[in-house]
């Protein structure tokens, strides 16, 4: 059975700190692409950052870069988010999903069930 579990959301005051997993199991880890998406109350979806297979190349929505970073251990089959500096605009439902592009969830291989993020001023 193909499934991502995400983990590490909760609460937390702006400025501080968070860092999500995402396990994968059912398939091949390492074969795939991976990214983090969000979805804010009353939002769309929006893409937040993505990592090859092998974990060489990343790349982070402008309005993350220099305070997230997208991570994977593929021995571990595991895929992580390390946010820091959180802002009250950063509160959302956090996803993992297989593949680099946010085109719609039916395209992507798997998607997490996600794991709620907030962050109060």
């Known amino acids: 059975q193909v499934q991502l579990v995400e983990s590490g959301g909760g609460s937390v005051q702006s400025g501080g700190s968070l860092r999500l997993s995402c396990g994968a199991s059912?398939?091949?880890?390492?074969?795939?692409?991976m990214k983090w998406v969000r979805q804010a109350p009353g939002k769309t979806i929006e893409w937040v950052s993505s990592?090859?297979?092998?974990?060489?190349?990343?790349a982070h929505a402008d309005s993350v870069k220099g305070r997230f970073t997208i991570s994977r251990d593929n021995a571990k089959n595991t895929l992580y988010l390390e946010m820091n500096s959180l802002k009250s605009e950063d509160t959302a439902v956090y996803y993992c999903?297989?593949?680099?592009?946010?085109?719609?969830?039916?395209?992507?291989?798997?998607w997490g069930q996600g794991a709620p993020v907030t962050v109060s001023s």
């Open positions: 999903a297989t593949g680099w592009t946010l085109v719609a969830r039916a395209i992507d291989y798997a």
């Open positions: 990592i090859n297979s092998d974990g060489r190349d990343t």
């Open positions: 059912g398939f091949i880890f390492s074969w795939y692409d």
